[in-house]
């Protein structure tokens, strides 16, 4: 199916966007001139929300109408179908958490006495739920709790590109739930490790470094916290590419990655430590016995046996 209609709730719609009324509109006399439910385009748009838009109709009048008297065509034709938040609200989807897990400073082993615990995970819907017309949510998010998960085909999806949150929830040595299918997902995780990590993780790097350099242009100063992680990821990186194994916590490099992100290393020092990470990354990359691809049938045949199993009541 596809993505429903984007509707960010203080999105103005652009003149030209078709639009159906969701009251009656009426003339000086009280005579209704377009019930609800006609379709008029937008002529004029307001500079705010607080404002109205001037819609055309068919018949060439035109009126004002507020936001709350309007919604786009496409929005309104695609009515409840694939909104995911009929799902959410109806069922208690965390009740399908298949695997639970800490990511984060907790479990790279910087964390401090305020630091935050981050739980990570994975959902499986039910197949009725799954298969009908609403849909389910790729994600599942709790900010007061910290927890976030994914819907078990969102997950797959992200390892098979290397996504290095997912990585690490799979390689995390601080598991709080793990199912029988989630076990024998663990146990095929190298199945996710292949040479696409070398343009992932460097994506992340390059992106990471951007925000860096604005820092500098921008404000004279970077922020620390981004320039460990940085540094993190290539040091991950690195060791994924030479040994096949995606290491979540720092060991020997914590006492280092701690003086960055309390900004009591040196610029100079650090800057050093990137570029010759960089280079040792692409030396890494060259002699990594990773295959091309991760194993896209593995991890198909996973999914399809998932999908079976949710057909069952009990949580596999």
């Not at 992932?200 to 500098?216: C, E, H």
Request: with cysteine.
């Amino acid at each position: 199916m596809p993505d429903r209609v984007h509707h960010p709730p203080n999105l103005i719609y652009s003149p030209g966007t078709q639009v159906v009324t969701l009251v009656d509109v009426l003339g000086q006399s009280g005579k209704v001139l377009h019930p609800r439910g006609s379709v008029g385009v937008i002529v004029r748009s307001p500079v705010d929300l607080h404002h109205s838009y001037r819609v055309r109709f068919a018949d060439g009048i035109e009126e004002s109408l507020n936001r709350d008297q309007l919604t786009m065509l496409a929005r309104f034709k695609e009515s409840e179908i694939g909104d995911t938040d009929i799902t959410a609200i109806r069922c208690n989807l965390y009740e399908r958490v298949i695997y639970r897990c800490i990511i984060g400073s907790q479990a790279y082993g910087l964390a401090g006495e305020g630091s935050d615990i981050d739980r990570r995970g994975i959902y499986l819907p039910p197949a009725d739920l799954h298969w009908s017309l609403y849909g389910v949510p790729d994600q599942l998010e709790n900010d007061d709790t910290q927890e976030a998960y994914w819907e078990l085909q969102k997950f797959l999806v992200l390892a098979l590109k290397a996504n290095p949150n997912v990585l690490e929830c799979l390689y995390t040595p601080m598991v709080e739930k793990a199912t029988p299918l989630a076990e024998k997902l663990l146990a095929m995780k190298s199945i996710f490790l292949s040479r696409m990590v070398y343009q992932t993780y460097n994506g992340y790097v390059l992106s990471q470094f951007k925000k860096m350099q604005a820092d500098i242009r921008n404000k004279g100063q970077v922020k620390w916290k981004h320039v460990m992680h940085l540094i993190r990821l290539l040091l991950s990186g690195i060791s994924i590419m030479r040994e096949g194994f995606v290491p979540v916590r720092v060991e020997e490099h914590r006492e280092k990655l701690l003086a960055i992100r309390q900004g009591e290393a040196p610029w100079e020092e650090v800057e050093d430590w990137r570029k010759r990470l960089h280079h040792e990354f692409n030396a890494a990359s060259e002699t990594t016995v990773l295959p091309e691809r991760p194993d896209y049938e593995k991890a198909n045949a996973f999914l399809i046996e998932a999908r079976r199993l949710a057909l069952s009541e009990n949580l596999p």
